[in-house]
């Protein structure tokens, strides 16, 4: 079946510094990629998606490509802030008539002043 | 736009009680999910369903039944509740895209 390997946390950094958040991943079939962020108290809301080889998702700073080759989907953002503080979940999610949704472990990040 | 609703947001049970969690979604979603989140263990499937009528068990299935008589609702249900069921459970909607998500139920088995 599925499964996501995430890099583990908890990820500690200052404000205006670099983030990369590693996701790599085996399916079935061509899945669709995920990720997810859970800000304290909330559930899981999607952050960014790509959807087929080499597309970048993008949302609020954050980007992820789609490495078919490396089967990786690393998180990266340019300088985060301290709203950035929560859970982050990469998922893929397989294609065909299965469409479960495999989630990592989660990374938290904790970003301070 | 009420999106997914999970009721009830807290409960706590003592061992061997039964309860059921009902999730209902207004977005006519197809797919629909059940989830456990504990610390360290990430997000893991129960058991989920890809239409009316049709259920299917996830990673962690055992101690949990579902069902999916109307589209718009999926009901977990615990017949005897063991402390290893004390979690906090995410249901989820979605159409094959990206998943939405309610805002969890925090259940404690003592």
């Known amino acids: 079946g599925d499964s996501v390997t995430q890099m583990e946390g908890p990820v500690t950094l200052s404000e205006e510094a670099f983030l990369t958040i590693n996701c790599t991943y085996t399916a079935t079939g061509y899945p669709s990629l995920f990720w997810y962020v859970q800000y304290p108290g909330e559930g899981l809301q999607l952050l960014l998606k790509a959807t087929k080889a080499d597309d970048k998702g993008s949302n609020k700073g954050f980007e992820a490509t789609y490495r078919k080759e490396t089967t990786s989907f690393h998180l990266e953002k340019g300088s985060v802030q301290v709203s950035d503080s929560a859970v982050y979940f990469c998922a893929p999610q397989g294609g065909g008539s299965n469409y479960k949704l495999t989630f990592g472990k989660g990374t938290l990040l904790t970003v301070n002043p | 736009n009420a999106g997914v609703t999970q009721t009830p947001k807290f409960r706590v049970l003592k061992t061997g009680q039964s309860m059921t969690l009902l999730c209902a979604q207004d977005?006519?979603?197809?797919?629909m999910y059940w989830y456990r989140q504990d610390p360290g263990m990430g997000l893991r499937l129960i058991h989920y369903s890809v239409g009316e009528g049709t259920t299917a068990k996830g990673e962690v299935p055992d101690g949990y039944n579902v069902s999916r008589l109307k589209k718009q609702n999926f009901l977990l249900g615990l017949e005897s509740a063991a402390p290893s069921q004390t979690s906090v459970y995410f249901c989820?909607?979605?159409?094959?895209?990206?998943?939405?998500f309610g805002q969890g139920t925090r259940l404690t088995v003592v």
């Open positions: 989820a909607s979605g159409q094959g895209t990206e998943a939405f």
């Open positions: 977005m006519n979603h197809e797919y």
